[in-house]
């Protein structure tokens, strides 16, 4: 596939939130993911416009919500080196928990959060390569409980 349309540091999905007060959800990603911002322009007013924050190897783009375009409730799933931890420093920043930590039947290790915007996070970490179909005798018998 051809990638000349994309700008470089970009990839062809990138998740845009509209949040109110993008200045403080910047900050709560800055505590809870160690992201970095990239872009931030500003209104006349000093609300954001918008911005952009680089969580590991992926941006998020973001803008100030208003009026005629209210906030937006998302949900990621998030591959980070240590869920546990993560999960931890979330709480920290001020997210609260929908699912602690646990290994799951397809390999992965995972939790949820919410965080203070109303956005989920759900962060997994691959604990074990599993072939298609021992996901699913695994799925089978995890639903059957």
């Known amino acids: 596939m051809n990638t000349d349309h ?6 062809t999905l990138t998740a845009y939130y509209l949040v109110k007060n993008v200045q403080e959800y910047i900050h709560f990603l800055e505590l809870a993911f160690e992201a970095e911002t990239l872009e931030c322009y500003k209104r006349d007013d000093d609300s954001i416009m918008h911005a952009e924050v680089r969580i590991g190897d992926s941006r ?17 799933y998030m591959y980070v ?23 799951q039947f397809y390999g992965h290790r995972t939790c949820g959060l919410k965080d ?6 759900w962060l997994a970490n691959k604990k074990e390569s599993v072939e298609s179909d021992e996901i699913s005798r695994r799925a089978k018998k995890a639903t059957s409980k």
């Open 6 to 11: 994309i700008p470089e540091g970009y990839s």
């Open 60 to 76: 998020l783009m973001m803008g100030e919500a208003c009026e005629d375009r209210g906030a937006t409730q998302s949900m990621q």
């Open 81 to 103: 080196p240590d869920v546990d931890a993560a999960f931890d420093h979330m709480v920290k920043a001020g997210a609260e928990s929908l699912q602690d930590p646990a290994d």
């Open 116 to 121: 203070p915007f109303g956005n989920q996070w």
